[in-house]
């Protein structure tokens, strides 16, 4: 089939590359684009549609990674070509096991296992959030609309469903599995709250490979107790006290979910399922997923990537070995100089912590110095035999301090050589300062986790 668009080109469409609702995604034969068309009831909806597109054209997106419409196509097709995303697979066939799997835990593995899950969502949530601080709401967060490529890059798709925080509308466009109850209902149109259930329903689903509102007793059902289940009228699969919508299926959530990414889906699915203002928001989302993929220790076995915090590999059963513990910190110098002089402890606060094990090396990025997630990597950690390797990835230069004071601070180049030195387990010996030692700033503590067995 060949389509025109309103600069004049002509496509001609080559395979689906995807399906929803309101249309489907075709390959072109420029590789450059694709074509979305658009089924649409009458020429009512065909209007609103056009109206819609036109509108998007218009929305301030030009530094957001979102394939919006480059051109809408002429009459007898309604539908626009938008750009192609090389390379570039959707979210779902990272939470939608394949009929023909045998072993869902050795594909999920296969398949990137928690370290890429965790990063897609991450970036997905930032990328949403972002959206939402310049009052639009994307409308439709799901698996299909997600593209991802190896390098983490994050890409949201159907551009048609964005908008301003909107009434109901009769041509409301939702994935059924993936709307929060009031949209599914028709009570409420679309809003930043709406596309955090949505999200939230996509992260878990991701993680766990079951769907958040569709346990046992409501996947065995006629299609009207799912109707029900998805207008919040069951409880979650995990509900704390009714087991009537439990689910045999997925992994174990401690498995897959740090219990920060368990209380924000308690948040979302409990009180939040059908109280909008109970629901944690998208920044609440990319911290906890960031701080999960931080977390990650893998198995010197089988490879495979769980929270740290489990003794035993889940995959392969086998004792996961040692690790060290990179926290980072912010302290003011002048105050903890203060307390060492009177032997009190220092004051700190704790941000987070870098999970370092014997598998390769670690980065330190922005969002660890600034909260930013965008931008090149600061400084490399590596642990081998017993010692953390250090190094400088930019163009600062850093302060490796020991804890006995009487001996002289090591500086960490601009992109100079690691620095090598050897850890003892029960003891933080060194740190690594991120800033001017006199002010404010973050640094960072190593501290080695020794298992018994080894």
């Keep these: 089939m060949k389509v025109k668009d309103d600069g004049g080109r002509t496509h001609e469409l080559g395979h689906e590359l995807g399906a929803g609702g309101q249309g489907s995604v075709y390959a072109t034969q420029d590789d450059r684009y694709v074509v979305k068309v658009l089924r649409l009831p009458d020429e009512q909806a065909r209007e609103r549609w056009l109206a819609r597109l036109s509108a998007v054209r218009t929305l301030p997106l030009e530094d957001l990674k979102i394939a919006r ?20 697979e959707p ?20 398949t990137g296992g928690l370290r890429r899950r965790l990063s897609v969502l991450a970036s997905t949530a930032h990328l949403l959030g972002h959206l939402h601080s310049r009052g639009l709401v994307y409308g439709d967060p799901s698996p299909a609309n997600v593209l991802f490529r190896k390098d983490g890059d994050v890409t949201l798709i159907d551009a048609d469903n964005l908008r301003y925080a909107s009434k109901p509308l009769d041509d409301q466009v939702l994935t059924p599995w993936f709307a929060a109850p009031e949209v599914y209902a028709g009570r409420s149109g679309v809003n930043s709250l709406t596309d955090a259930f949505a999200f939230a329903a996509v992260a878990f689903q991701t993680l766990t490979l079951v769907h958040p509102l569709l346990g046992d007793q409501v996947s065995a059902d006629a299609a009207e107790i799912e109707e029900a289940a998805l207008r919040g009228q069951w409880p979650w699969v995990d509900h704390a006290h009714d087991d009537r919508n439990r689910s045999t299926t997925g992994f174990p959530r401690a498995l897959v979910l740090t219990p920060a990414l368990r209380e924000l889906a308690e948040q979302t699915f409990g009180d939040g399922l059908l109280d909008p203002l109970a629901r ?8 906890a997923l960031w701080e999960a993929v931080d977390r990650l220790l893998a198995c010197p076995s089988c490879g495979a990537e769980a929270d740290y915090i489990l003794e035993e590999c889940p995959w392969c059963a086998e004792e996961r070995g040692p690790y ?74 850093y302060t490796l301090r020991r804890q006995e004071r009487d001996k002289p601070d090591v500086p960490l180049e601009q992109q100079g050589k ?26 960072v503590t190593f501290d080695l986790i020794q298992r018994d067995s080894t």
């Excluded at 990272?94 to 593995?109: A, I, N, T």
């Excluded at 990025?365 to 590596?382: D, I, Y």
């Excluded at 003892?424 to 002010?439: C, D, F, N, T, Y």
């Design 69 to 88: 419409p480059i051109r809408l196509l002429t009459r007898p097709h309604i539908g626009y070509v938008m750009d192609r995303i090389p390379e570039a």
């Design 91 to 110: 979210l779902a066939c990272l939470c939608h096991v394949p009929h023909s799997v045998v072993s869902p835990g050795k594909w999920y593995e296969e």
């Design 280 to 287: 944690p928001g998208l920044s609440a989302w990319q911290e």
């Design 324 to 397: 060290v513990l990179a926290g980072l910190q912010v302290t003011d110098q002048e105050v903890m100089d203060l307390a060492s002089s009177h032997g009190t402890p220092a004051p700190v606060m704790a941000l987070t912590s870098v999970v370092v094990g014997t598998d390769g090396v670690r980065h330190l990025q922005p969002r660890h110095f600034t909260g930013q997630t965008q931008g090149e990597s600061h400084v490399e950690l590596a642990f081998k035999e017993g010692k953390l390797s250090v190094r400088s990835l930019d163009q600062e230069t």
């Design 418 to 443: 690691p620095k090598r030195f050897p850890l003892a387990p029960g003891r933080s010996a060194w740190q690594l300062h991120l800033g001017a030692l006199a002010g404010q700033h973050r640094f």
